[in-house]
């Protein structure tokens, strides 16, 4: 066996199927809620910016860089 080879992942052989689109007849009627109610505050105003949340992520987790 060569070593270049040796670590090499290999796919397994199911044949994966995906999910056709969903619609939201076919959402739980509480994760509809819930994407009622954050694309509500998304429109409020209501979000933290992506600096503030990597601000504080890196307060409570020393180690992320």
């Known amino acids: 066996m060569n070593s ?3 670590n090499i ?6 044949v994966y199927q995906t999910i ?3 619609n939201a ?5 509480v994760l509809v809620k819930l994407l009622e109610k954050s694309i ?6 209501k979000l933290i910016p992506h600096d503030e949340v ?5 307060e409570k ?5």
């Open 20 to 22: 056709p689109d969903v």
């Open 54 to 58: 990597m601000k504080r992520a890196k």
């Open 25 to 29: 007849q076919e959402l739980h009627p």
């Open 40 to 45: 509500q505050e998304a429109n409020e105003g």
């Open 61 to 65: 987790f020393p180690f992320l860089k």
């Open 9 to 14: 992942a290999k796919e397994p052989s199911e």
């Open 4 to 6: 270049n080879k040796k």
